[in-house]
């Protein structure tokens, strides 16, 4: 069992926007800004999309976007494109110099 | 462009310890600044960080409490390299693994090519 939540699916529509949340606890996600987003296909490696809860890496376009409020960090993608669809997972500093990951959401575009 | 290129064998018996070696292109491990971690993914776990080696002034390494008692991430300056050892692996440690360069702090940015570790008699 993974030790951040989050919900196994999500689904939109191309153009629309989806939110994937990610349910830590007080001694992760909501004490350190240090959640990040990584997006994953079938069959390769993640790639990271978000860091420091809001901050998007080079490339990754602006159609991403992370927030996080209390325990609870999200990831929003606005006007969902086919190549959107893969897996995304969540992850955040756990104090202790120790990182933990979410179960992962498969977003699905309709 | 970093590059990282991961070996060793994909598949390992049960109580035997599993290798895995990640060759750095790009970037140094004796890195002041980065972090050299290795991460694995299951069906039943999910993902799940391992551990990590990193120079700042001497060498460091962090495990994940899960492995601690069994992991060791070494780092090779000679090869610009590191390493995973996990001793004494079962079934439950069937996994691809990943090895990985970042910070906890903001992020995992670059990852290997990933190798299926399969533990079986």
């Known amino acids: 069992q993974s030790a951040l939540t989050q919900p196994p699916s999500a689904s939109g529509s191309p153009g629309q926007s989806v939110t994937i949340s990610c349910t830590g606890t007080s001694s992760d996600v909501g004490s350190y800004n240090s959640v990040a987003w990584y997006q994953q296909h079938p069959g390769k490696a993640p790639k990271l999309m978000i860091y420091e809860v809001t901050k998007r890496p080079s490339g990754v376009p602006d159609r991403f976007s992370g927030s996080k409020s209390g325990n609870t960090a999200s990831l929003t993608v606005s006007g969902l494109q086919a190549e959107d669809e893969a897996d995304y997972y969540c992850?955040?500093?756990?104090?202790?110099?120790?990182?933990?990951f979410g179960g992962g959401t498969k977003l699905t575009v309709l | 462009q970093v590059q990282l290129q991961q070996s060793g064998p994909g598949l390992v018996k049960p109580s035997q310890t599993l290798s895995l070696t990640c060759a750095i292109s790009?970037?140094?491990?004796?890195?002041?600044?980065?972090?050299w971690n290795w991460i694995r993914q299951s069906p039943s776990r999910g993902l799940e960080w391992l551990g990590r080696?990193?120079?700042?002034?001497?060498?460091?390494?962090d495990y994940a409490p899960s492995v601690k008692s069994r992991i060791t991430v070494n780092p090779d300056t000679s090869k610009n390299q590191f390493s995973l050892q996990l001793n004494s692996v079962t079934p439950e440690d069937t996994a691809v693994y990943y090895c990985a360069r970042g910070l906890m702090a903001s992020g995992i940015n670059y990852w290997g090519q990933g190798t299926l570790v399969t533990v079986s008699s």
């Open positions: 992850s955040s500093y756990a104090g202790s110099n120790n990182l933990v």
């Open positions: 790009g970037d140094s491990v004796s890195s002041n600044s980065m972090a």
């Open positions: 080696t990193y120079y700042r002034s001497k060498w460091f390494n």
